[in-house]
């Protein structure tokens, strides 16, 4: 079935310093992919939208320039969360749609921000 | 503003009985509902899904039911396993159009005991 791979699955950084998430598809093309946040004992919340050569759509209360998503090709999403603060820290998760119709997710990233 | 609803953070089932999980939702453009199965620090993985024209769907050992006029949900697990044991989320979209983001409940953390 359709795979993304989500990486890194575990990164602990600094405050104030940046971390980039990846997210690639690896045996289909992703058109759109979804970016969702989720907090200990709470939804997954989504975050941004983007289609491949567009800009993302952020929902609302989503920081643009903090959490910058790239979708510039049909098989890699990246989510760099900029200048980490200890608030930041939760479980990052990417979602493509198929084209069936369904959706196939990341493993997810947890971020702790020390 | 939390438009699917889990108001059972938690269930506990013995094995072999039936795992009844509930959702309920308020937006009724939502026409697309799917059920997700998740371990801690891994992405969600797909078990059922149900469109607005249907009740019920049923694969295996799992049925979802719905009712639209109550706007309700529910996911049944028969006989329920000690491998059952995760956080079920659900969630629900404008349309069965992979294009949409998905909105997604808190979870019901499910324990199947032997």
């Known amino acids: 079935g359709a795979v993304v791979s989500q990486h890194p699955s575990r990164v602990i950084c600094k405050s104030g310093t940046s971390v980039k998430i990846e997210c690639r598809s690896l045996d289909f093309q992703a058109t759109t992919m979804f970016w969702y946040r989720q907090f200990p004992k709470q939804s997954l919340m989504l975050m941004a939208t983007s289609n491949e050569g567009s800009k993302a759509t952020y929902e609302q209360g989503v920081e643009k320039d903090k959490f910058l998503i790239n979708h ?14 200890p608030e930041d820290s939760s479980f990052y998760i990417c979602s493509a749609s198929l084209q069936d119709g ?9 971020l702790t921000v020390v | 503003d939390q438009q699917v609803k889990q108001n059972s953070p938690s269930l506990s089932v013995q094995e072999g009985r039936i795992s009844i ?3 309920d939702y308020t937006n009724s453009m939502f026409d697309y ?20 024209i249907k009740d ?15 706007k309700h949900l529910s996911l049944h ?3 329920s396993q000690p491998g059952d044991s995760a956080v079920y989320f659900c969630a629900a979209s404008p349309n069965s159009n992979s294009g949409y983001a998905l909105n997604f409940g808190k979870g019901t953390s499910l324990l199947v005991t032997p």
Do not use: M
């Open chain 2, 33 to 52: 509902f799917l059920w997700y199965k998740k371990y801690p620090a891994e992405g969600p993985t797909f078990l059922i899904s149900i469109s607005s």
């Open chain 2, 56 to 70: 019920k769907n049923e694969d295996g050992r799992f049925t979802v039911f719905l009712n639209k006029s109550a």
């Open chain 2, 21 to 23: 999980l509930n959702c």
């Open chain 1, 72 to 85: 510039a090709s049909l098989t890699l999403s990246t989510l760099t969360v900029t200048s980490a603060h």
């Open chain 2, 77 to 79: 697990i028969v006989p």
């Open chain 1, 102 to 110: 369904g959706y196939t997710f990341g493993s997810g990233t947890r």
